[in-house]
């Protein structure tokens, strides 16, 4: 059995206020985490959670992730967009053209994530969180397909997706050019092993397919610290 995708995990400089935007976006519930943030539960079949943790790391960049959102009609579409700059949400413009179809916007910590219009393909049979939208190669679409266990969805051009078995978002890689990376990642992916697990085992298993450490091999009781073919931090966590 391969790990699971726990959680997608922000790095906050105000944990509780970014979870409370995105609780208000996704309506999904809040509770406390073990780790001294907020998580939100998902109240579909995402099938993984969000976490807020304290982080001093300053938004140098755009994102290397970034949550697309799903829209039923224009009018759909707009209450989203609305809702979301009500909790305090902002547009910004990171190049888009108008007939990309899509708004988007960022979060109170700067943030971007997309509202996608109605009528896309791609992410017809997704809910209201389509995919985790990244910045990254072919090499590591591949990657995740296997770390993950997830069978690919798309591999043409060099853009590659994934999505689990049980439905829920897509993750897709866009292909080259790959921004550099400026700095630590402020979205992340923690990881759990399989029930009844071996952490070592998997972290090993992660390795052999391309992972480093980036912890020097002194990760805490709680997590072991890795990073992906692209140099994209993840952590590994203890069995909860």
């Avoid at 413009?93 to 009528?119: I, K, R, S, T, Y």
């Avoid at 029930?195 to 805490?220: I, M, N, Y």
Wanted: glycine residues 12%.
């Amino acid at each position: 059995m391969t790990c699971q995708l726990f959680a997608v995990c922000f790095g906050a400089s105000q944990p509780l206020r970014l979870a409370q935007f995105w609780a208000g976006v996704l309506g999904w519930e809040m509770v406390d985490d073990p780790d001294d943030g907020v998580t939100l539960l998902p109240s579909d079949d995402t099938g993984f959670r969000i976490r807020f943790l304290p982080s001093g790391e300053r938004k140098v960049a755009q994102n290397r992730m970034h949550f697309d959102l799903t829209s039923t009609s224009l009018e759909d579409q707009e209450r989203t967009v609305a809702r979301a700059l009500g909790l305090g949400g902002r547009h910004i413009d990171v190049g888009q053209l108008p007939e990309e179809g899509h708004v988007v916007l960022a979060d109170p910590e700067g943030n971007e994530f997309c509202v996608v219009g109605p009528g896309n393909s791609f992410l017809a049979d997704c809910g209201f969180i389509g995919a985790l939208a990244c910045d990254g190669s072919q090499e590591v679409g591949y990657f995740w397909s296997e770390a993950l266990g997830w069978p690919l969805v798309w591999d043409q051009d060099q853009e590659t997706a994934i999505r689990s078995p049980h439905g829920g978002p897509k993750i897709t890689w866009g292909g080259p050019p790959v921004a550099p990376k400026t700095g630590k990642d402020r979205l992340r992916f923690d990881l759990a092993p399989p029930v009844h697990g071996d952490r070592q085992a998997e972290v090993d298993r992660l390795l052999s397919l391309g992972a480093t450490r980036v912890d020097a091999g002194q990760g805490d009781a709680s997590s072991v610290e890795m990073a992906d073919p692209d140099g994209n931090e993840f952590s590994v966590l203890t069995p909860r």
